[in-house]
């Protein structure tokens, strides 16, 4: 029956408890009060002196004990001993104050709903019983004594109702009180969950947000708006500190709402972005909603489309194009064996077999792209995988092409479809060559194989010690049909860090001052779950 009590383990049963301990000390104190300036002698008239005296007292002294003792019990036992000996003793006290005659019956029925706070059905209720017992028992055995009416039967009565109706109300609003409070921490804490299933998104999400308070301060940035910024901590700083660009467009679009905002370059980066505001009306601190978007991946993205469309088209027609370029290409070789031609016309028909087969590999780039066939990565170790496809580069190269392999230690092991991959370093390789022999007679090239220190992720880098790259080009070369070269298509660096990105490695180029370098980097080995 004690475990049907309720756990004052909660903030709210610690004050309940503290309530109850103030309770009695306040009873305590006023009783002792009363005794002491003889009131007690003019109100009681049926009272016992000396054992009202001694009882205030000893009521008094037992409640400083049990609150120094039991100021924050969390045993149910303890809880029911507390409000058992409250009762007993408040009982005790009815006897001595001379029965219903006095006020302290009331004090018992306070006593009793106060207790059933901290306890619960059954146990509860067991404490009611004591003490309208209590009344009621002891006014029937003051009967013995003193001459009592039916009024005070009546009354002695009454007190012992009050005593059951008080602990029944209260427990059914303790009941109440524990389910709101329940619904109202499950709320809360769908809240919470809510709040932090929002974090996440907001922080995961590729496009910048910021939101900025009257004074133009940073209160949040996401992830992305940070790198887009080129920053690592923004909140609580001024956004014109930052870029105060972005605030001329910001006030701007607050001037006129209805334009779109211009987009602006980021110094530090170099990334162009597209910003886009709105007001947060209903915030009190005239808040402001940023975003973000990197141009370059919009244009990506949009290439991706066009190039998507444009293989679609390509497949469509290739076979009405190929025809009549086969023809031409046909026709200009039967003209080339002619011996009637002169130097001039064996020229022209160079020039058209040479663009004829340009077109011929723009369309079969194209085709690549629109059927490129669905990625197969497999465990592979790039070390002894690079020393196979640089043997066969050498058989397969001319005799003023050179190749050099330089292999450092550690964990080669990845995840790459090795023929793709064979793709890639093959584009890469036949650029190279083609840039060194621009400044050389020897064209050569190195690729280099190793780990890098701060990721430990392996890495290819195929170099070569040719004119390099223009600052102003390289922001353009893995854009399709973009090309320095007469002969290129614009297609071969496009296309191979397509097929890198589809195998989690990355192409990027990185400027050197005597040539140029590309450097795949590899994803971990271990296979995605």
Aim: some cysteine; overall charge neutral.
């Amino acid at each position: 029956m004690i475990a049907e009590t309720s756990s004052p383990g909660s903030k709210q049963a610690q004050r309940l408890l503290r309530l109850y301990h103030l309770y009695r000390l306040s009873v305590g104190i006023t009783l002792v009060l009363l005794i002491s300036s003889n009131l007690d002698n003019q109100l009681l008239t049926f009272a016992n002196d000396s054992l009202l005296r001694s009882g205030s007292w000893l009521y008094l002294v037992l409640n400083i004990l049990l609150v120094v003792f039991f100021e924050n019990t969390r045993r149910p036992a303890q809880l029911f001993s507390l409000a058992l000996i409250d009762v007993l003793l408040l009982c005790g006290l009815f006897y001595a104050a001379g029965g219903v005659a006095s006020a302290i019956g009331n004090l018992l029925i306070v006593s009793v709903a106060i207790s059933n706070t901290l306890l619960r059905s059954r146990i509860g209720l067991l404490i009611a019983a004591v003490g309208a017992l209590g009344i009621v028992g002891l006014s029937f055995l003051l009967s013995f004594s003193h001459p009592a009416s039916p009024n005070d039967y009546l009354q002695a009565g009454t007190l012992g109702v009050l005593c059951f109706a008080a602990a029944l109300l209260v427990q059914g609003l303790i009941q109440r009180l524990e389910v709101s409070e329940t619904l109202a921490e499950q709320r809360a804490s769908e809240v919470v969950g809510l709040e932090a299933l929002n974090a996440l998104i907001l922080q995961r999400m590729r496009t910048g947000i910021l939101v900025l308070d009257g004074q133009l301060r940073v209160q949040l940035a996401n992830h992305s708006a940070l790198i887009l910024l080129g920053r690592d901590h923004l909140e609580g700083q001024r956004i014109a500190d930052c870029s105060p660009i972005l605030v001329e467009r910001l006030q701007l679009w607050r001037n006129n709402p209805t334009l779109r905002p211009q987009s602006l370059k980021i110094a530090n980066s170099g990334l162009e972005l597209q910003p886009s505001f709105i007001a947060l009306a209903q915030s009190p601190h005239h808040q402001t909603l940023v975003f973000l978007e990197d141009l370059a991946q919009i244009a990506q993205q949009a290439q991706q489309l066009k190039l998507a469309a444009l293989g679609r088209l390509t497949a469509g027609i290739a076979h009405e194009i190929r025809n009549p370029l086969g023809a031409i290409s046909h026709a200009a070789q039967l003209l080339q064996e002619s011996e009637e031609l002169n130097g001039a016309d064996r020229r022209l028909t160079q020039i058209i077999q040479d663009h004829s087969q340009r077109m011929n590999r723009v369309i079969e780039n194209v085709l690549q792209l629109s059927r490129r066939q669905q990625t197969v990565p497999q465990r592979l170790d790039l070390k002894p995988w690079l020393e196979q496809f640089v043997a066969d580069s050498r058989e397969s190269a001319l005799d003023r092409q050179q190749i050099h392999l330089r292999i450092g230690s550690g964990d080669f092991k990845t995840l790459m479809d090795p023929n793709q991959l064979t793709q890639i370093l093959d584009n890469l390789l036949r650029n190279a060559w083609r840039h060194s022999a621009q400044v050389h007679d020897q064209a050569q090239v190195w690729l280099d194989l190793f780990v890098d220190p701060d990721s430990q992720l392996p890495i290819i880098e195929v170099r070569d010690d040719g004119p390099g790259v223009a600052p102003d080009q390289q922001v353009h070369l893995f854009e399709p049909f973009y090309t320095t070269s007469a002969q290129g298509t614009g297609l071969g660096l496009y296309l191979s860090r397509e097929l890198c990105e589809s195998n989690q490695a990355r192409l990027d180029f990185k400027p050197r001052h005597d040539g140029g370098c590309f450097r795949i980097t590899f994803a971990h080995g271990r296979k995605q779950s």
